[in-house]
């Protein structure tokens, strides 16, 4: 009896363990994983946030194809204002095959008569 609680509370212990780490958004890998990446390196750079980026995800490029090279992605980046968790989203086109994936990114727009974020999932930079 002993050992099966022992099993079950490290079962359990490990189960409370992931689930901390599931609150965020997920990485991904591939091709995807590398034009995520480097717009998190560009994407940024366009925000004028002058605070620290904590975090970059963005939608799944190979999802978001515009013809088969060209790309168009949201891409949301995180930081703290006074305190406060803050968001700024940025829309980001480029090419699978240059490097890098695109020069620049734009600020998105209100959400006005636009699908918001959540219609896609986002993925972090790894």
Request: aromatic content about 8%; proline content about 5%.
């Amino acid at each position: 009896m002993t050992l099966r609680l022992a099993a079950v509370l490290a079962m359990s212990a490990a189960l409370l363990g992931t689930a901390g780490c599931a609150g965020g958004a997920a990485t991904v890998g591939g091709e995807d994983g590398r034009i995520i990446a480097q717009l998190a390196d560009i994407a940024p750079r366009d925000s004028k946030v002058e605070e620290p980026i904590e975090a970059v995800e963005c939608w799944k490029p190979s999802e978001s194809m515009i013809d088969d090279d060209t790309f168009r992605v949201l891409c949301r980046l995180h930081y703290t204002q006074a305190g406060a968790e803050r968001y700024r989203d940025m829309i980001c086109l480029g090419s699978v095959t240059k490097d890098p994936v695109s020069e620049y990114c734009y600020l998105w727009a209100f959400y006005s008569d636009m699908p918001v974020y959540e219609d896609q999932p986002g993925y972090r930079a790894a």
